[in-house]
């Protein structure tokens, strides 16, 4: 399922990838994870939930706002928060993770801003990778949800 928002399409992430992005990323409970283009808000909860880091989504819709603010309210008490604002605008510098599911173009707008994270920051994208940038891993995973073969990129900040 598709919606159109901007020029940016929200296409989520199946929670089987969702959650081989979490163990790839491995966020500790000190640590802050921010989705840019959280969309429903399903990592965000998950990483809050599975791995009781703080976790921050960043959506430019109001819609998917709301619904991913009232999922988090049923799933409290967890560490989760949604904000409304535009991802091109919002200061992640303190971010500990980074998961993006973005298109290469909205990722080579980001590229500055990503690679200015702290030493040891990770940054996780599901399918497209941050052009001209060399991942630390790439992985391969079959979702159970959509049957197809979706990739992973990894980047740590050095």
Not at 89 to 118: C, G, H, M, Q, W
Request: net charge positive.
């Amino acid at each position: 399922m598709k919606k159109e928002r901007g020029r940016i399409p929200f296409v989520p992430s199946p929670h089987d990838v969702v959650e081989k992005m979490l163990s790839l990323a491995d966020p500790r409970s000190d640590e802050l994870l921010v989705d840019l283009g959280s969309g429903d808000g399903r990592i965000v909860i998950s990483a809050a939930e599975n791995y009781r880091c703080s976790a921050l989504g960043v959506e430019i819709d109001k819609d998917l706002v709301g619904k991913a603010r009232e999922k988090i309210l049923r799933k409290s008490p967890i560490n989760a928060q949604i904000v409304h604002g535009d991802l091109f605008n919002f200061d992640f510098s303190k971010a500990d993770v980074v998961t993006l599911y973005l298109l290469p173009s909205t990722l080579e707008i980001l590229k500055p801003k990503l690679l200015s994270l702290r030493k040891g920051a990770r940054i996780v994208c599901h399918d497209f990778a941050i052009p001209g940038v060399k991942p630390s891993d790439i992985i391969f995973t079959k979702s159970w949800f959509t049957n197809k073969v979706h990739k992973i990129y990894v980047y740590e900040i050095s």
